[in-house]
């Protein structure tokens, strides 16, 4: 069987490429894939990536399945877009796995609140072939409403992560229960199955985050790229992380951040920008209030290594999700700063599916 994965995958984001290990190794057991075609931002980066990490989360089988293919097939996005719309993508007939950050969810802009699924992917979407993955936003907008009961009915399975999508997921699917409507002769055994082929799991990042649990790796860097230098130093002494993005970031959560870091006066502080594409942009604001900041490049070193930094970490604060779950799931002392939805439901709330 050949699967297409659709994502945000190969956009240097740490909490992504967590969910790109999890997610290929659960389709893989789940799947009699062949080959997975995996789309992402940049190829070489993702194969470099994959190359250095997949010892640790994949067997050699899933490795060889898995096929990179670039968001922009054409010389213009605007022209994959316009083909695929069309109807003349390349791989319309191969069975599509859905999801990434908000699979829906109208707290995000177009083309990322998911209205771009029933146009870009008519024909999986029209025969019922394909999975949708991870997160239901609540219904806050008409046309939300409209997209739900149209696309959620046709799902082939919905798994999700937190008890709300499950009650939205389940209610969209109630609208189509006739016989013979789903079921391609699949066999899902999903953990925590309940019942409508809507299935309550965990993030799919936690199994790749709780697969670190060993000794501290030696030689871990930071880089400090304070007023144009650029160092590198050991991490020898106890440290707390930090993180904070673009979304985020204004005087209340600064002031925060200062204010967690004061119970920690002779802790390295390191700052961890999960999104290299926006929370690095952050960490010149951060560190005029704390000048003895250094960041953290994720990018450089293999995902065991970034893992090691949470586990053998002493605090932290934040305001990404993957980078609040390890501190979660390894038991340390952090504080939340909530900026969106997922994450008082994975990380605050005692509701949490963890």
């Not at 010389?75 to 950050?101: A, E, P, Q, S």
């Not at 160092?231 to 930090?242: A, C, M, V």
Request: glycine residues 6%; aromatic residues 14%.
């Amino acid at each position: 069987m050949e699967g297409y994965l659709r994502g945000y995958y190969g956009y240097k984001n740490f909490g992504d490429e967590l969910l790109f290990f999890g997610v290929v190794k659960r389709l893989s057991v789940k799947y009699p894939l062949t080959k997975l075609f995996v789309e992402v931002g940049n190829v070489s980066w993702m194969e470099d990536r994959v190359r250095e990490n997949y010892q640790w989360f994949l067997t050699e089988k899933q490795l060889k399945s898995i096929k990179f293919i670039n968001a922009k097939q054409h010389k213009y996005k605007i022209i994959t877009h316009l083909i695929n719309l069309l109807g003349r993508g390349k791989y319309k007939k191969v069975f599509k796995f859905f999801g990434w950050w908000e699979v829906l969810s109208d707290e995000r802009d177009f083309p990322h609140d998911g209205r771009n699924i029933p146009l870009l992917f008519n024909y999986s979407v029209r025969h019922k072939q394909f999975v949708l993955l991870w997160w239901i936003g609540k219904i806050r907008k008409s046309w939300t409403e409209t997209l739900y009961r149209y696309l959620l009915p046709k799902a082939e399975m919905i798994v999700v992560r937190d008890r709300e999508s499950y009650a939205i997921a389940t209610q969209g699917r109630n609208r189509d229960e006739e016989k013979g409507t789903r079921g391609k002769g699949i066999s899902w055994r999903w953990e925590n199955q309940i019942n409508n082929n809507v299935v309550l799991y965990q993030d799919f990042a936690q199994e790749i985050i709780l697969k670190y649990q060993g000794t501290r790796e030696q030689g871990v860097g930071t880089r400090d790229e304070g007023e144009g230098t650029s160092t590198t130093s050991q991490i020898t002494s106890p440290y707390i992380l930090i993180n904070i993005n673009k979304q985020s970031i204004d005087k209340e959560n600064i002031q925060k951040i200062i204010d967690f870091c004061t119970h920690y006066p002779d802790h390295k502080k390191l700052f961890f920008p999960c999104d290299m594409n926006d929370d690095k942009h952050c960490f010149a604001s951060i560190k005029k209030y704390i000048s003895d900041l250094e960041i953290y490049d994720w990018t450089k070193y293999s995902l065991q290594e970034s893992l090691s930094l949470f586990y053998h970490a002493d605090a932290g604060i934040g305001a990404r999700l993957h980078f609040l779950l390890p501190l979660k799931l390894y038991e340390k002392p952090m504080i939340a700063i909530p900026y969106a939805d997922k994450i008082n439901k994975l990380i605050i709330s005692p509701k949490a599916k963890i």
